[in-house]
């Protein structure tokens, strides 16, 4: 090869490097303006639940203390029983996840009272979401339940990206128990394996790192997980279970996928263990 040729090869692949950098350091730009819409696909249908059947509940207006208002529903307590706080998913909103109406339901109709919210920026609620701002919805909600049900228990439930604001507030809060349904070590991890082609710790701003909170807690633990979860890989949820304290179970469940728990013995087990923490001393 003649050094011509030479000069104009190096010359054609530091182009091609060139572009390749650039393309990947727009791939990295559309990541970090869009991680948001990524991590908290919300809708906004502001939902009755007599809309979805639920003759038990109210729709409710939660205010957090930065200024938002919340969507809820709230099914009270008969007197004396316990209250759940129900923490959703990422998807959706309590209007457009069947699975939401349906436990809600399940619940109250097994003598719990329930506060099912929609976090900010879904559904009826204002504001957009963050990692800190879910959070402060979720003390709200909580906050919410002590005024209005007095002396009442509280169990925090969680699903999904709802264990990780489930397992932030119960390191905050007093509660008789915490039910995580499908959940992660870390929003960071989950990422990191899902973009292993992307710098995510440089990345996120919201990483949700439940691995690193929940020795903070300090309330009785269920935690439920689908060996071929392939949304939240079970090994996730077995890594945050390593890291509770005591007491604590974990149930294992086969040939399903993600949040896909409510089912038959799965779901006799959580309405046992919830009323179980509600009747405890």
């Known amino acids: ?13 530091a182009s091609v490097l060139g572009l390749a950098l650039l393309a990947y350091a727009g791939v990295l730009t559309w990541f970090y303006l869009h991680q948001d819409d990524l991590l908290y696909p919300a809708t906004r249908d502001d939902t009755a639940p007599a809309a979805r059947g639920l003759t038990a509940f109210t729709g ?19 007197a004396g029983a316990g209250v759940v706080l129900y923490l959703h998913g990422q998807l959706g909103s309590l209007g457009s996840q069947e699975y939401i109406a349906t436990r809600a339901r399940d ?55 709802g264990t990780g604001v489930a397992v932030a507030l119960a390191a905050q809060v007093k509660e008789a128990g915490v039910v995580l349904d499908s959940p992660f070590s870390s929003a960071l991890h989950v990422a990191q394996q ?27 633990l269920l935690l439920i997980h689908c060996d071929t979860d ?39 087990k959580i309405l046992e263990m919830l009323k179980g923490w509600f009747a405890a001393p």
């Not at 207006?61 to 709230?74: S, V």
């Not at 710098?199 to 903070?216: H, K, N, V």
């Open 1 to 13: 090869m003649t050094s011509r040729s030479k000069r104009i090869t190096a010359i054609v692949a």
């Open 60 to 78: 409710v207006r939660i205010k957090t203390p930065d200024g938002e208002t919340l969507a809820a529903w709230w099914a009270p307590p008969p």
């Open 107 to 161: 619940m109250a109709a097994a003598g719990f009272g329930v506060l099912a919210i929609d976090y900010r920026g879904f559904g009826g609620s204002t504001g957009r979401p963050s990692e800190a701002g879910l959070i402060t919805d979720a003390r709200a909600g909580y906050d919410f339940i002590k005024a209005s049900a007095p002396g009442a228990p509280i169990a925090i439930f969680g699903t999904s990206l």
């Open 194 to 220: 899902r973009y292993p082609w992307l710098p995510a710790s440089f990345l996120m701003r919201d990483t949700w790192d439940s691995i690193g909170r929940i020795a903070a807690m300090d309330a009785p």
């Open 230 to 268: 392939r949304t939240v890989p079970f090994a996730e949820g077995a890594a945050l279970f390593a890291e509770a304290h005591e007491p604590k179970t974990m149930v294992a469940l086969s040939g399903c996928g993600h949040i896909e728990i409510w089912d038959g013995a799965a779901k006799d």
